[in-house]
């Protein structure tokens, strides 16, 4: 068996250049590479619900707003399934036998949860459905007898987990599930994106992301008000590049050509580096030389999403074809994880046999 991917979104909005950079980028690469059998992402709506059950509005509005920011980036839907989790019953069935596999402990144990608890003001009151999504996406994984998955960084303890419940599967049942590996972006400096504001994480309740369907004008916004080095007030003062948010995006997305198009005076990063450290380099500057590689990076994403915006009905046909196939991939994976378990009753001629021969003698 050749390559299956599987990787995916929750729907609570847009998706931000966080998730471009962390996932989104590279599935892309991936898609045009065509290293693979069969490609699915999926829109995590049962998942989006575990923390949004009180507004599932919320997350209805947002199924189809990903999937225009998924064809935006050139997501190529005759070469990669798209569906809709909510609508593939069988994942739920698979995480209702994986949950025996797990226990509760490990589950608080899990790095991503925790961190995720934290953010969240759940205190004693955690929902069950939060608590052990991990064990959801393992379904997700394994449904489609994926081996590779590219996602963020974040996303390496949940990836860790799945690769425990098939052992454990495996272990118990014979060999029926496949073993998957993260992909995880070459450049080191993607693993997590801050929010423009400087801190960890982009946040739409922060308000410091930039989405991938941002106006010229609201990137451009955006990026002039970065979180910079607090102590570089003058352009002559000496400033720090480490934990300067336009810096930390530069390693993202600054490529040495860049540098020819829009900032001659400077071969490289580097060399803009150390002159923002000796001083009499100021962050105006460095800001709008941002502002241009993110627009020549985003303005073909903008610009395939307002075609993809006038053909809605087409949309929705695409995650519902794509559904579909979803449908039949899993519950192929499925059926298999029932018959290695032995609770195919009805499919499995050998169990009626057993109770004939057992009860033979009463006739």
Not at 38 to 54: C, R, S
Not at 186 to 196: Q, V, W, Y
Not at 225 to 232: G, L, Q, V
Request: charged letters at 30%.
């Amino acid at each position: 068996m050749g390559n299956i991917i599987l990787t995916g979104d929750r729907p609570t909005g847009r998706l931000h250049i966080g998730h471009y950079v962390g996932s989104l980028r590279q599935r892309k690469e991936m898609q045009d590479k065509g290293d693979y059998d069969k490609f699915f992402i999926e829109i995590a709506d049962a998942q989006a619900l575990t923390d949004n059950y009180d507004n599932p509005q919320k997350i209805r509005e947002n199924v189809l707003e990903v999937a225009l920011d998924y064809l935006a980036i050139g997501i190529d839907p005759s070469k990669v399934t798209i569906f809709i989790q909510s609508a593939v019953p069988s994942l739920c069935e698979l995480t209702f036998y994986y949950l025996n596999l797990v226990t509760l402990a490990r589950l608080e144990r899990n790095p991503t949860v925790k961190d995720e608890l934290k953010s969240r003001s759940f205190e004693n009151s955690i929902p069950t459905g939060f608590l052990t999504y991990p064990i959801s996406q393992a379904a997700d994984i394994t449904g489609f007898d994926a081996n590779l998955v590219p996602v963020g960084e974040d996303q390496e303890p949940m990836l860790e987990q799945t690769r425990e419940i098939v052992r454990s599967f495996n272990s118990i049942y014979g060999e029926t599930l496949v073993l998957p590996k993260i992909v995880l972006p070459s450049n080191e400096a993607c693993f997590r994106l801050p929010g423009t504001d400087g801190k960890n994480k982009m946040s739409k309740s922060l308000g410091n992301c930039i989405y991938l369907a941002d106006e010229k004008e609201v990137v451009e916004k955006k990026v002039m008000s970065m979180y910079t080095d607090p102590d570089h007030v003058k352009v002559s003062d000496p400033g720090k590049v480490e934990g300067n948010t336009v810096f930390t995006y530069l390693d993202v997305f600054c490529k040495d050509e860049d540098f020819e198009k829009y900032l001659p005076e400077y071969k490289n990063l580097d060399e803009l580096k150390d002159h923002y450290r000796r001083g009499g380099l100021g962050d105006v500057k460095i800001k709008r030389f941002l502002n241009d590689i993110l627009q020549a990076e985003l303005e073909p994403i903008r610009l395939r999403r307002k075609e993809w915006e006038k053909r809605i009905p087409e949309v929705y046909k695409i995650l519902e074809e794509g559904t579909k196939k979803a449908n039949e991939q899993c519950l192929m994976v499925t059926n298999k994880v029932k018959k290695a378990m032995g609770i195919d009753y009805f499919e499995d001629t050998s169990f009626l046999d057993e109770f004939l021969n057992k009860y033979k003698g009463n006739e």
